[in-house]
């Protein structure tokens, strides 16, 4: 069955540090995989998604992630954070029933001056 | 403005009480979907509707139940809440025939169940 590890639960970096969040992904084929991010007190909102091709894909605020089918990853990648960036990232993969996700655990962005 | 609406926002309830939540989308999505969102579990899928009248269980239906009799409109009804029901409820909404799987989401309902 497909599933979705985020190994960090928390991560803190310094404002205008370069950020990796990391996500292992575990699917028979060829996966479409997704990042979210839900803001305090907000619902999910995409930040970018990937199709078969390019294996880097380009997000919303400077977001971008590497798809690599050898380490079964996607990780979430940004040159200089923000302290805006604060907030929870969610992972995801489409599974094999029709119009499911699923979703990591999440990881926990702090940002700090 | 593509946009998922979810009512009430926040609502506690009694055990016992029977609790309504509703959802609305205005973005013709044939898909919904009910999720809830607890402390380091993530999103567990409670129902997933493909269009009117057509409802599924997600991984954790058990206590829940659905209704959605316009495309635009989905709910979840919980027939005499009980405590282990407080969580945060996200409604999502997506086109699934084709590539997309792409899902919107609502802002969320906190319920409280005391």
């Known amino acids: 069955a497909q599933s979705v590890t985020q190994p960090d639960a928390r991560v803190t970096v310094s404002e205008g540090a370069s950020l990796q969040l990391r996500c292992k992904y575990s699917?028979?084929?060829?996966?479409?995989l997704f990042w979210y991010v839900q803001y305090p007190r907000q619902g999910l909102q995409l930040l970018l998604k990937?199709?078969?091709?390019?294996?880097v894909v380009q997000g919303v605020n400077g977001f971008e992630a590497e798809f690599s089918k050898s380490n079964s990853s996607f990780h979430l990648r940004k040159a200089s954070v923000h302290w805006s960036d604060w907030a929870v990232y969610f992972c995801?993969?489409?599974?094999?029933?029709?119009?499911?996700?699923?979703f990591g655990r999440g990881t926990r962005l702090q940002v700090y001056a | 403005d593509m946009k998922v609406t979810q009512m009430p926002r926040y609502l506690i309830k009694r055990m016992g009480e029977n609790v309504l939540l509703e959802c609305g989308q205005d973005?013709?999505?044939?898909?919904m979907y009910w999720y809830r969102q607890d402390p380091g579990l993530g999103l567990q899928l409670i129902y997933i509707?493909?269009?009117?009248?057509?409802?599924s269980e997600g991984d954790i239906p058990k206590g829940y139940r659905v209704s959605r009799k316009k495309r635009e409109h989905f709910s979840l009804i919980l027939d005499s809440a009980k405590t282990n029901q407080t969580s945060v409820y996200f409604c999502?909404?997506?086109?699934?025939?084709?590539?997309?799987?792409?899902?919107?989401f609502g802002p969320g309902t906190r319920l409280t169940v005391l």
């Open positions: 999502a909404s997506s086109f699934v025939w084709g590539l997309s799987y792409e899902q919107y």
């Open positions: 699917y028979f084929g060829t996966p479409y």
């Open positions: 990937y199709y078969p091709g390019d294996p």
């Open positions: 995801a993969v489409r599974t094999q029933v029709v119009g499911q996700l699923t």
């Open positions: 973005m013709s999505h044939e898909t």
């Open positions: 509707s493909y269009d009117v009248d057509s409802n």
